[in-house]
């Protein structure tokens, strides 16, 4: 990660006036996944002046404003309270206050909390803005060298091993590739699930800790990934891409 003396200044918001937040608007701010580099210069100005930063865990956040030598009112907005919360926060809107959501990490609402949120600013009629910028799925189906003309993007899979069997048996004719998140403590038996279900000639990529130190893409036959993951550490965040059928590197 770059260290905050290594961060390039931000363009005067004179200069571009989409730097400058506006009232009653909600931004939808995407964060680094990992290197801090790779947050937009419009993404640090804006969290820079709005009025209100909407985030998952206010400690994480407020770490990463810190390293760009940033300070701003948090507000907690995740899985557990994001209905309560997502009203309050349409009301500050309402009130004409500024607000910027983000994630953890990436894209907010893409596996995500963030939907509530943008849902209740639509039927209110309140201005959503997009501020593009790090996503772990985009990221890896980029540079996987699988087929991007069509994919199907279902975020996390349910933790019993059933249910996962039953999704890689519906969709095991997919035309498109087949995108996923998974958790480091099911990765190992999941790549053996589309080993069993799948075929072995089947071809995958596993991705884990995309733009950080440990980077890893794990791309071909998902025998071959699977005995080479065996090999691997299994700490950090995966990427799953499932190619179709009658494709081959």
Do not use: W
């Not at 990463?64 to 995740?78: K, P, S």
């Not at 004409?96 to 963030?114: E, H, N, W």
């Not at 249910?163 to 099911?186: G, I, N, P």
């Not at 053996?192 to 799948?198: F, R, S, V, Y």
Request: hydrophobic letters at 45%; proline letters at 6%; a neutral charge.
């Amino acid at each position: 990660m770059a260290a905050q003396k290594d961060l390039p200044p931000v363009t005067p918001a004179s200069a571009n006036p989409s730097l400058v937040p506006q009232p009653g608007h909600l931004y939808v701010i995407a964060t680094p996944i990992g290197n801090l580099a790779d947050l937009t210069e419009r993404a640090r100005a804006l969290l820079g002046t709005v009025d209100l930063v909407a985030c998952e865990d206010t400690r994480t956040t407020g770490a990463m404003l810190t390293r760009f030598g940033l300070r701003r009112e948090l507000v907690a907005y995740h899985d557990h309270n994001e209905m309560e919360a997502a009203d309050r926060l349409v009301e500050h809107l309402a009130a004409g206050r500024s607000i910027a959501l983000v994630s953890d990490a990436g894209t907010p609402a893409l596996s995500d909390p963030g939907f509530r949120l943008v849902r209740a600013c639509r039927r209110r009629g309140l201005p959503v803005i997009p501020v593009p910028g790090a996503s772990a799925l985009t990221a890896v189906l980029s540079a996987a060298g699988l087929p991007t003309n069509g994919f199907l993007f279902v975020g996390f899979l349910p933790a019993k091993s059933a249910a996962r069997l039953a999704f890689l048996q519906k969709y095991r004719d997919f035309d498109y590739t087949l995108a996923l998140y998974e958790s480091c403590h099911r990765i190992d038996k999941f790549a053996d699930e589309i080993l069993a279900t799948l075929g072995s000639d089947r071809i995958v990529c596993i991705a884990k800790e995309v733009t950080k130190l440990h980077e890893t893409f794990l791309i071909g036959r998902a025998e071959d990934v699977c005995a080479r993951l065996g090999q691997t550490s299994l700490k950090g965040e995966f990427v799953v891409l499932i190619a179709p059928a009658d494709f081959a590197l």
